[in-house]
């Protein structure tokens, strides 16, 4: 008489490791999970950013990454690299995103900030997931500010769901100053370790076998800055020829945006 008791399969054990370990390398369940499951890598973290304009850098963490506005013969920098291999849903991380002024130019600064999810594709490139949800990249400045608001101002008609961008209250002054903090701190949200489906099937000794599947296992976290500047010369007319907006001005070294 066949055993028709519910069980977990030897591989959903595997899988079920493999996908609470995936921010999780190290360890005992991140080694099993590797061991096992190679589908999880240790690079879950990537990002890039272009810098146009003038002389400026991205500040992360207080060192600048990537290239200078100005250097165009040089590549783009990697963000996020100080978290490969320890990275747990729900925990905060140190993520400060700051612009310094690299020229002897005072200038006034923007930031598109980007966030968004890849997955592998078949040619094993990476390419946007757009059935994940970038709302659970949490990156906020304090325990409950969205960003610093006393130096950056949001603009809301350049909103998306993935992409927002700020400008500096204030002109960056020249020689190598470094602006306040745009966010200082990095989250994705915990709940993504409950995102589970199951699948069920039958084995050969008519067992019933749960195989759970987790919607964010193998996928990436991705961040983009693009770090832009303008000359604080007959300002209004530049950001609106090379920004290409309308609700932002400036004057006397301040920028307003309205709605």
Not at 117 to 144: F, N, S
Request: hydrophobic share 35%; with cysteine.
């Amino acid at each position: 008489m066949k055993n028709n008791k519910t069980k977990s399969s030897k591989r959903t054990i595997i899988l079920t490791a493999a996908a609470a370990a995936l921010f999780l390398i190290a360890g005992v369940i991140g080694a099993l999970a590797a061991g096992n499951a190679p589908d999880i890598r240790s690079d879950d973290l990537e990002a890039d950013f272009q810098l146009q304009h003038l002389g400026v850098h991205l500040m992360e963490n207080g060192k600048a990454v990537g290239k200078r506005s100005d250097n165009v013969q040089a590549g783009n920098g990697v963000l996020l690299s100080q978290l490969k291999g320890k990275f747990v849903p729900g925990r905060v991380y140190e993520e400060r995103i700051a612009a310094q002024n690299r020229s002897d130019t005072d200038q006034y600064v923007r930031i598109i900030l980007k966030k968004y999810w890849q997955t592998a594709g078949r040619d094993g490139k990476l390419v946007k997931d757009t059935e994940l949800d970038p709302a659970l990249i949490h990156l906020t400045y304090g325990e409950k500010a969205a960003y610093n608001t006393g130096a950056w101002a949001i603009n809301p008609r350049e909103h998306s769901t993935e992409s927002d961008t700020y400008y500096y209250r204030t002109s960056l002054k020249g020689s190598d100053t470094v602006s306040a903090d745009l966010v200082n701190r990095l989250k994705v949200d915990g709940k993504i370790v409950k995102d589970i489906t199951e699948e069920k099937s039958a084995n050969s000794a008519g067992q019933t076998v749960i195989k759970k599947k987790y919607k964010y296992d193998g996928k990436y976290i991705c961040l983009e800055a693009d770090v832009q500047s303008i000359q604080t010369h007959n300002p209004n007319k530049a950001i609106r020829g090379e920004w290409g907006v309308t609700n932002v001005s400036a004057a006397d070294g301040s920028l307003t945006v309205g709605e």
